[in-house]
Nanobody, 120 residues
Framework: QVQVVESGGDLVQPGGSLRLSCAAS????????MAWYRRAPGKERELVAQ???????NYADSMKGRFTISRDNAKNTVYLQMNGLKTEDTAVYYC??????????????WGQGTQVTVSS
């Protein structure tokens, strides 16, 4: 099966930075899209950024200029560099992977989430 594991969430002060990582693993894994979503308290889950295998990137408008998504295809890992963090960035950040494996055709997999708290 495919496993998706996020890391890097933490408590940070406003204006600070964090780097999230998400690693996917599975036999015969072939990843198309890797993306970050987030769910803030009392709000719906929203897209933060996504990156395709070829490197095409989309950001949510509110994250442009502050967040940077990148990907290491050799490691099946996606990163989210977050700068200039604001209190409203407080959320659980989830990694989404669209991939096929030896066990499955193209499917969507989610990580368990990592908590980012921005507070003074």
């Amino acid at each position: 099966q495919v496993q998706v594991v996020e890391s890097g969430g933490d408590l940070v002060q406003p204006g600070g930075s964090l780097r999230l990582s998400c690693a996917a693993s599975g036999i015969g894994l072939s990843i198309n899209i890797m993306a970050w979503y987030r769910r803030a308290p009392g709000k719906e889950r929203e897209l933060v950024a996504q990156i395709t295998r070829g490197g095409s990137i989309n950001y949510a408008d509110s994250m442009k200029g502050r967040f940077t998504i990148s990907r290491d295809n050799a490691k099946n890992t996606v990163y989210l560099q977050m700068n200039g963090l604001k209190t409203e960035d407080t959320a659980v950040y989830y990694c989404k992977v669209v991939a096929s494996s030896i066990y499955s055709t193209l499917n969507t997999y989610w990580g368990q989430g990592t908590q980012v708290t921005v507070s003074s």
